[in-house]
């Protein structure tokens, strides 16, 4: 049924929630697993060039966690593969989706309600709203 599967991460437990069940759908469909992690860039007012090196930071932490993601799916008999992009979170994932031919994203999310989620919103409800592609929302 799922021959593709995404599951983007932030490091969050939230994420890692969606990182387990990843793993577990992937293995039950043998679908190929992706990993993404988005660096997200805020602060317009640092020069370029400690914004290239923020970037470069950031990017690297960031591919060091899906690499330990891939190595977890890969004990786990699961082929995956990881995938860090700079930009803005929910465009970033419906993107990689859509141009990856994903069948299915799981995603992590927190129960959030009321001022918290109008104040600080959500990528998962982002990503269902912009997005053709089913989402599986993990509350953690």
């Known amino acids: ?34 990993f993404l992690a988005v660096v997200e ?8 060039a400690h914004r290239g090196e923020a ?14 993601l891939v190595g977890e799916a890969t004990e786990a008999g699961v082929d995956a593969e990881g995938i860090v992009e700079v930009g803005i979170p929910s ?5 990689e989706a859509t141009d990856r ?12 309600s009321g001022v918290g989620r109008f104040l600080f919103g959500s990528v998962t409800d982002q990503v269902i709203q912009d997005g053709e592609i ?4 993990i509350q953690s």
Do not use: N, W
């Open 1 to 34: 049924m799922y021959d593709t599967i995404i599951v983007p991460t932030d490091g969050s437990d939230a994420a890692q929630s969606a990182v387990e069940h990843g793993i577990s759908q992937a293995g039950a469909h043998d679908a190929r697993l992706f």
């Open 41 to 48: 860039m805020s602060g317009s007012t640092a020069s370029e």
């Open 55 to 68: 970037v470069e930071e950031k990017r690297t932490a960031k591919r060091e966690v899906v690499d330990a």
């Open 91 to 95: 465009r970033v994932i419906v993107e």
């Open 101 to 112: 031919g994903i069948d299915m994203i799981i995603m992590g999310t927190q129960a959030r």
């Open 134 to 137: 089913p989402v599986l929302a």
